[in-house]
């Protein structure tokens, strides 16, 4: 039997932590998916205008699929909380912005928008518009910023830091694009489409990110050190 603390040993914390980070990812993986479905539903059925307002119009008071939407969007924030529990020991400041990310996320899904979601300095908006906006910028800034962190941090894993890269890359000209647009152009098309840009691309990295991280732990030698071997050879012609 190999002695705890000597190489090769997997101890029976390690082990849990592993498993913990799999079970994380996977779920992850499931909120994002489940939310992603539930947001596109409550956008596609509702009477929406389409591509030239917000995706948050579909949650506004009085919307049939309201509840539908507050449901994919609590489901949006739960995958980035478990996101940031399913990362290996040693990455830092992702956790903590991706935690963030949940909070605003959460926020804007809890305080919704009037009809329209009217923003500055084109339309005037109430209390409650500018915190529901307030917190969806926060909650793509938290998400994008824990994206360049994770590309740049060793100890996420070649797979993480591979999907972390292309990413942040296409969502850090889109955000930019689509706060210029707000600022220059106001509602419409334009600002519409880059939104449901950069909200796509952030499920989809969230999901490879969350299948990512259960596979890596998955394989990890501690998980591995769990599942029962063959019996050798040796041991059989003995």
Request: aromatic share 4%; net charge positive; with cysteine.
């Given at each position: ?21 799999r ?12 939310g992603?479905?539930?947001?596109t539903?409550?956008?596609v ?32 924030a ?5 996101i ?7 990455v ?32 005037r908006?109430?209390?409650a ?23 740049v ?31 220059v ?6 600002v519409?489409?880059l ?10 990295w ?28 040796e041991?059989?012609?003995?």
């Open positions: 039997m190999v002695e705890p603390g000597r190489p090769g040993t997997t101890t029976a914390p390690t082990v849990r932590a592993d498993v913990a980070r079970v994380a990812g996977s779920a992850a993986a499931g909120c994002a998916v489940a992603a479905a539930a947001v539903v409550a956008v059925a509702g009477p929406g205008p389409g591509f030239t307002g917000y995706v948050s119009e579909a949650g506004i008071a009085g919307s049939a699929h309201a509840l539908t939407y507050r449901i994919g969007i609590l489901a949006l739960a995958a980035l909380l478990l940031g529990a399913a990362l290996p020991p040693g830092w400041a992702a956790p903590a912005l991706l935690a963030t990310g949940a909070v605003f996320t959460a926020v804007s899904g809890a305080v919704t928008c009037s009809a329209g979601c009217p923003l500055p300095p084109f339309e908006a109430t209390v518009d500018l915190v529901h906006g307030g917190a969806s910028i926060a909650a793509t800034a938290a998400v994008v910023f824990a994206m360049v962190t994770l590309a941090s060793g100890p996420a894993g070649p797979a993480v830091r591979r999907l972390a890269g292309p990413a942040a890359a296409l969502a850090l000209p889109l955000c930019a694009a689509v706060g210029l647009a707000m600022l152009l106001g509602r419409g098309t334009f519409g489409v939104e449901r840009l950069i909200l796509a691309l952030a499920v989809l969230g999901v490879a990110t969350a299948t990512a991280l259960a596979l890596a732990a998955e394989s990890s030698p501690a998980v591995r050190s769990l599942t029962p071997t063959a019996p050798s050879d041991r059989k012609s003995a």
